[in-house]
């Protein structure tokens, strides 16, 4: 840590930071001693991160990893865990530089199995559950990213990234220097990367502890199971018997694939080795599927329409006897998400948001009734039925993610897990609250507001508009290691956080309002929350900011041609600027598609022609406020070639403007130390001009 010290006096709060390290050992802070009660970047990417929490067969302990980030030499490592569902002292069962993922109780419960790099490349290894005598399992070329074992552990589901046709230097072998891609369709590249593999699904059987008879069940296929960018081995379940294995897919290529949210669930035979479409004419994404524990059911997460990628995610059962497929939340309007069956199969177990929170909700199979189990001002992520208790995994806008034991009866929750309470006993934290505020067409829109610590009602405070992401994406109560509200009330500011239109949680009305219309309502209701604040008498009207990314960003570049002399600061990160340019730099074209209404070359679509027209660049003219952009190279859903747009729209236009570009990010910013940068270069200019 000397040399971060160095370079970061001021703003250095960590005085004690031992930690145990050695090259062959991982990264664990320990010891951690603030010499603030505030929240800076350096101790935001100084929590543990917790991850991938498992119940082991027997319901009697908690496997999971904590990832911590070594700010100095900007690396992550991770390690796994084990915890005693009744609680007590978490147990460190790895401790190594090389880190441990995707880990896996086996199906006995007497080993682990995880992935490691410490061969050379990513590998399934097993060891006991204490964390010894770890045994490389596999040897499979190229390694492997994900895995899950048979309920009879007598196979194995792994997955790996798989070149299905020739490239250039297939083609050319004399070439060998040259460096070039070439494309006949779409989508050629996705979020982050160029389409050059795709991810397959293997089984294989498992001999006296190796990896024997492995199988492409894709074989030779352009499509990928998981689905990119964000699926995993949920996406992929194994039947009780250990005879089928259900995976998510989507059978597209090419121009079809862009257009296309249409997933299906795919049974294989491995017996027979044939597969089967169980969700054949459900036209919208159908993902997750979950057996029930007697084989009887198959639960899965699915949406209705082809092209929304933001519609209802209703929880579906298929039958296995009868071969029917019910709606079992036909009349419930939320979205529903980590499904989760009680042993006896009757229940399932799910997260659900409802008005900017995520909760625990129980499906009753024989009533067909739905509970409501918890409440509060937080949002839980994953929850895991142990008997007569649920194990979750919980954060808030105020704390990173937690492990809780949940009474299912009263919904009341104790944390077990307390991997962040050294830090967070030294932090003041910003008081979060919830209100109600009135739109330009009378609704009621929920928006939260976040104190600075120590906040003194008799003293004025500048404030940030936070713009939302997604465009369907609520604001609940999540924690970000980059748009942290806790960071920025540290640093004096009031955010207000508003839940406008276009977000889940708030019924079907409210979520669907915003598509084909980017620049309307939702752009009001924007304005009607920071008006009704800033009437408050701590908030200095004379010191508000905009700030936000993706569709917030977006919303930034629109604000800044409409806000009327609100804002005298903004901040966009990854933001549309273009909307024309954009949707001929998008991938993901059923996105565009859907949102925009249709290409805007379309001179007869009304709402085509309606939501390009309200394109920020064509207000650049109106533009008269200093403006931050940040964007990543790597952001392929958002090319950064709109910030460019937008940064030299401003400066042509004399305005103080500031262009931060992140040569190795995507839509997101990932490493330790572009996240901290990030975050001084934005307090730095909101600090600029708003103090």
Excluded at 148 to 175: G, M, Q, R, T, W
Aim: aromatic content about 12%.
């Amino acid at each position: 840590m000397k040399r971060l010290i160095r370079l970061i006096p001021l703003l250095l709060i960590i005085i004690a930071f031992g930690c145990k390290k050695s090259p062959q050992a991982g990264y664990r802070p320990e010891n951690v001693r603030l010499t603030s009660d505030r929240m800076t970047p350096e101790v935001l990417w100084s929590f543990g991160r917790v991850s991938n929490v498992q119940l082991s067969p027997d319901h009697t302990q908690i496997l999971f990893g904590i990832a911590y980030f070594d700010i100095e030499q900007n690396k992550r490592y991770r390690d796994l865990y084990m915890l005693p569902v009744s609680g007590g002292a978490t147990k460190s069962i790895t401790n190594t530089a090389v880190n441990e993922n995707g880990e896996v109780w086996r199906p006995d419960g007497q080993k682990i199995g995880f992935l490691s790099g410490e061969s050379g490349s990513t590998q399934l290894w097993e060891m006991n559950t204490d964390g010894s005598r770890r045994r490389q399992i596999s040897e499979v070329s190229d390694g492997i990213t994900g895995f899950n074992y048979s309920p009879d552990i007598k196979h194995i589901a792994f997955i790996k990234e798989v070149k299905v046709k020739a490239n250039l230097a297939d083609k050319y072998p004399d070439l060998q220097k040259a460096n070039a891609r070439a494309y006949d369709d779409l989508m050629y590249r996705h979020w982050d990367e160029w389409t050059e593999t795709f991810t397959h699904i293997f089984v294989a059987q498992v001999v006296k502890g190796k990896l024997e008879s492995i199988v492409d069940i894709m074989d030779g296929q352009p499509w990928e199971s998981p689905l990119k960018p964000n699926g995993g081995m949920e996406q992929i379940t194994w039947s009780p018997d250990g005879t089928k294995l259900v995976y998510t897919c989507r059978k597209k290529f090419g121009l079809e694939y862009a257009l296309s949210t249409n997933s299906d669930l795919f049974q294989y035979d491995v017996n027979t080795g044939s597969t089967t479409n169980l969700t054949e004419g459900m036209m919208g994404y159908d993902i997750n599927p979950v057996f029930s524990p007697d084989g009887r059911y198959l639960a899965w997460e699915s949406m209705e329409r082809e092209g929304y990628e933001a519609d209802k995610n209703r929880l579906f059962l298929l039958d296995i006897q009868s071969g029917s497929k019910t709606d079992v939340t036909l009349q419930f309007d939320q979205n529903v998400a980590s499904l989760a069956w009680t042993d006896d199969s009757k229940s399932i177990y799910f997260i659900s948001d409802y008005q900017a929170t995520d909760e625990i909700y129980r499906y009753n199979i024989e009533t067909g009734d739905i509970a409501k189990i918890t409440t509060g001002i937080h949002n839980y992520n994953l929850v895991l039925p142990a008997g007569n208790r649920l194990i979750a995994v919980r954060q808030s806008m105020s704390k990173p993610d937690e492990i809780y034991r949940v009474d299912p009866a009263s919904g009341e929750a104790e944390e077990i897990s307390f991997v962040n309470k050294p830090l967070l006993d030294q932090l003041s934290i910003g008081r979060v609250e919830s209100r109600w505020v009135s739109t330009t067409d009378q609704k009621s829109m929920k928006v939260w507001v976040i104190y600075p610590p120590g906040f003194d009602a008799s003293k004025k405070y500048p404030s940030l508009l936070f713009c939302g992401g997604g465009p369907q994406s609520t604001v609940s109560q999540f924690w970000s290691y980059r748009w942290n509200f806790q960071m920025m009330a540290a640093k004096g500011y009031i955010v207000v956080a508003p839940n406008r239109r276009g977000l889940p949680g708030f019924g079907k009305e409210w979520l669907e309002q915003i598509s084909g219309d980017y620049g309307g309502q939702n752009m009001l209701d924007y304005f009607s929350a920071i008006d009704t604040v800033a009437t408050e008498p701590y908030v200095d009207k004379d010191k508000l900011g905009a700030v936000g990314a993706s569709y917030g960003g977006f919303s930034v570049y629109w604000l800044a041609g409409h806000h009327q002399g609100r804002f005298k600061a903004f901040i966009a990160h990854d933001g549309m600027f273009n909307l024309e340019a954009n949707y001929l730099e998008t991938e993901e074209m059923w996105f565009a598609n859907w949102d925009m209404g249709g290409p805007y070359w379309d001179s007869t679509n009304i709402v085509a022609q309606k939501s390009f027209a309200s394109s920020p660049h064509k207000f650049v003219d109106k533009w008269d406020t200093p403006i931050l952009i940040i964007h990543g190279e790597k952001d392929y859903r958002i090319s950064y070639t709109q910030g460019l747009q937008a940064f030299d729209a401003a400066r042509l236009r004399n305005i103080p403007a500031r262009l931060l570009i992140f040569p190795e990010e995507n839509h997101w910013v990932l490493s330790a130390q572009n996240g901290i940068l990030w975050q001084r270069e934005f307090f730095g200019w909101l600090d600029k001009y708003l103090k």
